[in-house]
């Protein structure tokens, strides 16, 4: 096998890492050629390792991957971006590991998505910055679901398909979207949605970040906007999340 054929390169983000063997490291990576892989970084471990330190969640690396019988072998590392203002802060550690989790949830290995990749790198970017950690959270939900191809609908309800007016609706999970107040009064699952929420969904829905970067959220519709989400979410994943009870602890600190 040509050295070509033996190894390859790829720009990866560590989404987290597992103990492996004495001294071994497995690691999940969302990587922009290859979507999530899974390598091992062989004596990673050991204290004198020079690779440790570039192989740490929530870090943006360039690796060298050798195949190997199992799972490829890093030989090469160097990060790209650790995102130091972010490891600072509880809080913004709690919402990375948030949309770290999330992707992992929602992707497979090996299914190259580079779309999601970006809103990944630029995701944790934003969250590295000063921008309110809860409205980047939120946009990234609201686009994660457009890129897998479960954008909610809500623009036109998604019963009988009339135009939704600037009034408070309802939300159908099940339905994923607004229902109109005639449809929602008929659909027992349906919850409410006030107007605000709504607005907000539709401007990030619509809209690149920076025009919605400006906006400051208050806490009580972050909420709103964070139970809707969930729910839409953990429905969609049949399965809850871990890390929104982190946030909450950190939250209540």
């Not at 650790?82 to 913004?92: C, F, G, K, M, S």
């Not at 191809?149 to 939300?171: A, M, N, T």
């Amino acid at each position: 096998m040509r050295q070509r054929e033996r190894s390859f390169r790829v720009e990866a983000v560590v989404l987290r890492h597992s103990d492996w063997g004495e001294a071994d490291r497995l690691l999940w990576l969302y990587s922009r050629e290859k979507g999530k892989i899974r390598a091992t970084a062989k004596g990673v471990r050991k204290m004198r390792s020079r690779k440790a330190g570039h192989l740490e969640p929530f870090t943006r690396v360039s690796l060298q991957l050798a195949r190997a019988r199992d799972f490829p072998i890093v030989t090469q590392a160097e990060a790209l971006d650790v995102y130091l203002t972010l490891r600072e802060d509880l809080l913004r550690v709690g919402y990375a590991a948030y949309i770290i989790e999330l992707l992992d949830r929602f992707t497979y290995e090996d299914d190259e998505n580079q779309s999601l990749y970006r809103l990944l790198t630029d995701t944790l970017a934003r969250l590295n910055t000063d921008l309110p950690p809860a409205l980047v959270a939120r946009y990234y939900e609201i686009w994660l679901l457009d890129a897998l191809g479960y954008r909610p609908q809500l623009f036109h309800c998604v019963k009988c398909e009339s135009e939704i007016q600037p009034e408070d609706q309802y939300f159908s999970i099940p339905q994923g979207g607004v229902l109109c107040p005639k449809c929602g009064l008929d659909s027992p699952e349906a919850v409410s949605l006030r107007l605000p929420v709504l607005k907000v969904m539709r401007h990030f829905q619509r809209s690149p970040f920076a025009d919605v970067a400006h906006l400051r959220i208050s806490p009580d519709l972050d909420r709103q906007l964070e139970t809707l989400m969930q729910n839409y979410l953990t429905y969609i994943l049949e399965r809850g999340l871990n890390s929104p009870a982190f946030l909450r602890h950190v939250r209540a600190s």
